[in-house]
């Protein structure tokens, strides 16, 4: 199988690149002063021509071109791709990411991956041992924090796009989707999961994946509310929908709902029970509960039910650089984002602050000094996820295991721990996967039962962007020091006293707030 990977992966860089010299070739073959509608149509009767060759439409020979282009124009990628040690699936999530990036700015995403002589090279798992999605995850993540235009510019036109959208599907299905700012969508999530969870038991047939729909359904469905613009244009509540509104769950003049979807209105009241037909005079039943009251404003959303981590530069927290944070179980957001999150007193999200000199994890909260506690979030910051190989677990699901038995003579430290998804931990204990020993910094690799050996997956972090003006504290990597503008680099003397002292000052008001 690995040697069929292989020659798909050399099948489509030779199919990319015919498709690339056929346009080219097309393209020389027109004359220069050919008029534009000669052009034009001329690309058009090639891109159809590609279609009916590789029997797809015109739509996918139309972006087939256009990646096949994007991949020839960066070599590195070119070459990974012939041989064979980058898969045409993969290929295409850097033609993705980099499409509304320049030339240069692409390349040197292209390069930090699959370059081993770039400047600053992809750490931890090569991007040919990462499944599609968690290498997206890193490449969006890069591509995040080196974009050319500012994450908080592209944010505030993300969040004028935000929307809903219907699809129908097979079956008597379909889909509801959302297109929302990241913290209020993974709050959404973590909600909807903490309230299933509380519901699950023995006498609870559904699955998790089962009761998120029914919760979210049976929230919307049974909201009497209506939203009307407000003088400053955020949404008020009130307590009658307009005359001419029709619920969505009822018909009009009926106060029933649609359907018992068997969820409490009131979060605290969760039980387990049968599916059996509702006793109207049980309490918990959506019957006889009362409705609950409406919120005073319909743009706040829940915080979720379980810790976050928010890990957020020291100086994009002070608002001296726009630098991204990253949301866990999402990746970078804007760091307006992170400050209002943090500074809302919203207990479920943590802060993890990172050191100005290096990017290292400099503190992770002062709420508890339990050591199981201060282990368990230092092994989130450390693996970001299940430490299983192409598993994008986050931590908010994940266990805590010994990767040595304690049996075994294993030792409750940080370099014999990971986590992992209750899904892989089973798989550990009950078949021949072995991880390999971990570090202080690095999570475990893991060998299968025939032998084969998966590198350990790490954060890809870098050192936090300095604000103009101000130089690295003493203790600053030579390797990770900024530069000047001529480009020589900072050497620690040039340091001055006051910067220092001025920085420990802010360091400490930050920590002790």
């Known amino acids: 199988m690995g040697l069929e990977k292989k020659l798909e992966s050399q099948a489509s860089a030779r199919k990319v690149r015919s498709v690339a010299e056929a346009m080219d070739l097309q393209r020389?073959?027109?004359?220069?002063?050919?008029?534009?509608?000669?052009r034009t149509y001329t690309e058009i009767s090639t891109v159809e021509e590609i279609a009916g060759i590789l029997t797809i439409s015109s739509g996918a020979a139309s972006a087939f071109v256009t990646q096949s282009r994007q991949v020839c124009a960066m070599p590195p990628l070119m070459d990974a791709l012939s041989a064979g040690s980058l898969s045409w699936q993969q290929a295409r999530i850097f033609t993705d990411e980099t499409e509304?990036?320049?030339?240069?700015?692409?390349?040197?995403?292209?390069?930090?991956?699959?370059?081993?002589?770039?400047?600053?090279?992809?750490?931890?798992?090569?991007?040919?041992?990462?499944?599609?999605?968690?290498?997206?995850?890193?490449?969006?993540?890069?591509?995040?924090?080196?974009?050319?235009?500012?994450?908080?510019?592209?944010?505030?036109?993300?969040?004028?796009?935000?929307?809903?959208?219907?699809?129908?599907d097979r079956d008597g299905m379909a889909w509801?989707?959302?297109?929302?700012?990241?913290?209020?969508?993974?709050?959404?999530?973590?909600?909807?999961?903490?309230?299933?969870?509380?519901?699950?038991?023995?006498?609870?047939?559904?699955?998790?994946?089962?009761?998120?729909?029914?919760?979210?359904?049976?929230?919307?469905?049974?909201?009497?509310?209506?939203?009307?613009?407000?003088?400053?244009?955020?949404?008020?509540?009130?307590?009658?929908?307009?005359?001419?509104?029709?619920?969505?769950?009822?018909?009009?003049?009926?106060?029933?709902?649609?359907?018992?979807?068997?969820?409490?209105?009131?979060?605290?009241?969760?039980?387990?029970?049968?599916?059996?037909?509702?006793?109207?005079?049980?309490?918990?039943?959506?019957?006889?509960?009362?409705?609950?009251?409406?919120?005073?404003?319909?743009?706040?959303?829940p915080t979720p039910r379980a810790d976050v981590l928010v890990t957020v530069p020291f100086f994009a927290l002070l608002g001296l650089t726009d630098e991204p944070a990253v949301l866990d179980?999402?990746?970078?957001?804007?760091?307006?984002?992170?400050?209002?999150?943090?500074s809302e007193g919203a207990e479920s999200f943590r802060r993890v602050l990172l050191d100005p000199s290096d990017g290292t994890p400099l503190e992770i909260g002062r709420t508890s000094y339990r050591l199981t506690k201060a282990m368990r979030k230092a092994l989130h910051l450390r693996d970001g996820k299940c430490a299983f190989p192409g598993c994008s677990n986050n931590a908010l699901d994940n266990e805590i295991d010994h990767l040595k038995a304690w049996q075994h003579g294993g030792t409750t430290g940080i370099s014999n721990l990971a986590q992992v998804c209750p899904k892989h931990h089973r798989l550990k204990h009950n078949s021949g996967w072995e991880p390999t020993p971990a570090a202080k910094d690095e999570p475990p690799g893991w060998t299968s039962p025939t032998?084969?050996?998966?590198?350990?997956?790490?954060?890809?972090?870098?050192?936090?962007?300095?604000?103009?003006?101000?130089?690295?504290?003493?203790?600053?990597?030579?390797?990770?020091?900024?530069?000047?503008?001529?480009?020589?680099?900072?050497?620690?003397?040039?340091?001055?006293?006051?910067?220092?002292?001025?920085?420990?000052?802010?360091?400490?008001?930050?920590?002790?707030?």
């Open 28 to 38: 020389a073959m027109t004359p220069p002063g050919a008029p534009l509608h000669d």
């Open 100 to 168: 509304c990036l320049d030339h240069a700015a692409a390349a040197a995403l292209v390069e930090h991956f699959l370059d081993p002589d770039a400047p600053n090279p992809a750490r931890g798992c090569p991007a040919s041992e990462l499944v599609p999605a968690r290498l997206r995850a890193k490449v969006r993540g890069w591509r995040e924090r080196h974009h050319p235009e500012s994450i908080e510019k592209r944010h505030r036109k993300g969040v004028a796009d935000r929307r809903v959208e219907f699809t129908p």
């Open 176 to 301: 509801i989707a959302a297109y929302l700012p990241a913290d209020q969508a993974l709050a959404i999530w973590n909600d909807l999961t903490a309230t299933a969870r509380s519901l699950q038991g023995p006498n609870e047939p559904r699955t998790l994946t089962q009761l998120r729909p029914d919760i979210l359904t049976h929230r919307l469905l049974t909201y009497r509310g209506a939203i009307a613009p407000g003088p400053t244009g955020t949404g008020d509540v009130s307590g009658e929908a307009p005359e001419d509104m029709i619920g969505l769950a009822t018909v009009v003049g009926s106060d029933e709902p649609a359907t018992d979807l068997g969820i409490s209105d009131h979060p605290g009241s969760h039980g387990n029970r049968a599916p059996a037909e509702p006793d109207p005079t049980a309490p918990g039943t959506l019957e006889s509960t009362p409705k609950p009251a409406l919120d005073t404003d319909a743009a706040k959303v």
């Open 329 to 342: 179980g999402y990746g970078p957001i804007p760091a307006s984002m992170a400050r209002q999150l943090l």
């Open 451 to 513: 032998g084969q050996h998966y590198q350990a997956e790490q954060p890809d972090r870098e050192p936090p962007q300095w604000p103009p003006g101000i130089l690295p504290l003493e203790n600053s990597a030579p390797e990770t020091s900024p530069t000047k503008s001529c480009g020589s680099k900072i050497s620690a003397s040039e340091t001055s006293p006051a910067h220092t002292s001025a920085l420990e000052g802010l360091l400490l008001q930050l920590l002790s707030g």
